[in-house]
């Protein structure tokens, strides 16, 4: 889901760690010119360097959508509220606010289903140690209005899930969404995971009442 939030993304920290295991071959955007138009890359926000500062992210006209997204919050305390407001949608460009467990740290928008209509996605932190993420995230309809995004909860996956303390990083990556986090084993401290790094990548699918992030590939390293 205008300028660029003065932070740089937070999507370059994991390309690195990414593009070598899980990365295929970029997919392009469903546009005039599919075949020659390379998909455009997902603007992002990183995470402001406090806690406490609040977060304030504008994105541009994704792809040529004539959409836009604005999302904001004061990530006053350990519970925030973030306010994403829309622009250019054909019907509603009413604002949605929601409530969020810990701090908002960065945005993406991008079009996971290359079909012409962005997607904004909103990455928060709980507070504790644990450090547990969160999504916030919206589909346009055919650039008509904005649908709710549903993530399953990864306790859902029986091959994700194990070993599983939170500390979890999100990005967009080409036509996925990559959530990456620690593996623990038994007897690791919270600050020391000994189980590697897993990486569940989720493609974005049409559900019976809604859009809903599938996992389709989960690698360990």
């Known amino acids: 889901m205008a300028g660029m939030c003065k932070a740089r993304p ?3 920290a994991m390309l690195a760690a990414i593009l070598g295991i899980a990365c295929g071959v970029q997919e392009e955007p469903a546009a005039e010119s599919a075949e020659s138009a390379p998909e455009p890359a997902a603007e ?3 995470s402001p360097l406090e806690a406490s500062a609040s977060f304030d992210f504008t994105s541009k006209n994704y792809g040529n959508s004539g959409i836009a997204f604005h999302v904001t919050s004061p990530n006053s305390g350990s519970i925030n509220e973030v306010t994403i407001t829309p622009s250019g ?5 009413s604002p949605v606010t929601v409530e969020v467990d810990g701090t908002v740290r960065g945005a993406e928008v991008g079009d996971l289903n290359t079909d012409g209509s962005p997607e904004i996605y909103v990455y928060a932190t709980s507070a504790g140690s644990g450090s547990y993420g969160s999504l916030i995230a919206y589909g346009t309809n055919d650039r008509k209005s904005m649908t709710p995004i549903y993530l399953p909860p990864l306790a859902q996956n029986p091959e994700a899930s194990p070993g599983y303390m939170g500390h979890d990083e999100y990005a967009v990556v080409e036509s996925s969404l990559v959530r990456r986090f620690p593996v623990y084993v038994e007897g690791d401290t919270n600050a020391e995971p000994t189980g590697g790094t897993r990486q569940v990548q ?4 049409a559900g019976e009442a809604g859009w809903v992030l ?3 590939d989960i690698v360990e390293y």
């Open 89 to 93: 949608l054909e019907i509603d460009n």
């Open 10 to 12: 937070l999507v370059p």
């Open 44 to 46: 992002a926000a990183a």
């Open 202 to 205: 989720y493609k974005l699918r």
């Open 214 to 216: 599938e996992p389709h």
